[in-house]
């Protein structure tokens, strides 16, 4: 009876994913992230959402950007508890937890002497976009601004877009401290291939298995 159990949460189907799947989706996705991230950092630039913060705080106290990514989104848990449930808040706290693990080391067997911005733009915001697909894909995500930003359009009724496009802007303005306005037009254009690629790949009527 047991072994029929656990042979259940291996096998997918049309419309569920089995446990594998969501665990590949989830490293997968993780591994797609944290190179994104890379080719970000080794052009020095910034994202937006809770990576944006991570960047920021990053950038401005010298802490690595996998310890301030995970303590940026610390907070943003009980939110997707309440909002999407415990089987997607579970999936992505380990989405968010080996992203920051994963970029702690990965500059140890990735070396990026020098990334053009423009090109680092486009590339780490494709790459983090895919990223982002496997793990939406596999009821998971980066956590963050997108969660907060759900909670209030439920509780206040402010269209969530709007909101997050807020707090982005926030992000953006204090990013002014940090980095020039040539960094900033970069990175503003990587959040915009990044959304694109979400935007024209993610639609639930094409990909049912949730």
């Known amino acids: 009876m047991a072994a029929n159990a656990f042979a259940g949460l291996l096998n997918s189907s049309a419309d569920r994913h089995s446990l594998f799947d969501d665990a590949q989706g989830i490293v997968a996705g993780s591994m797609l992230a944290v190179l994104g991230v890379t080719l970000l950092s080794g052009a020095g630039l910034l994202a937006g959402g809770t990576a944006g913060l991570a960047f920021l705080a990053h950038y401005a106290t010298g802490f690595s950007f996998g310890l301030c990514f995970f303590v940026v ?7 997707a508890f309440r909002r999407l449930g415990l089987a997607f808040t579970i999936k992505t706290f380990a989405a968010i937890a080996l992203t920051s693990v994963l970029s702690e080391f990965v500059s140890g067997f990735i070396s990026m002497a020098h990334v053009d911005p423009i090109a680092g733009a486009l590339f ?12 939406f894909r596999h009821r998971a995500s980066l956590g963050g601004i997108g969660i907060l930003a759900l909670y209030i359009q439920d509780r206040f009724g402010w269209r969530a877009g709007f909101v997050q496009l807020g707090f982005d802007g ?41």
């Open 124 to 135: 780490g915001g494709l790459v983090i976009g895919a990223g982002m697909l496997a793990l």
């Open 73 to 79: 989104n610390l907070p943003f848990y009980y939110l």
């Open 170 to 210: 926030i992000i953006l303005a204090l990013s002014f401290f940090v980095a020039s306005p040539f960094i900033i037009a970069c990175s503003v254009l990587g959040a915009i291939v990044l959304n694109l690629t979400i935007a024209i790949n993610h639609r639930k009527d094409r990909y049912i298995a949730m």
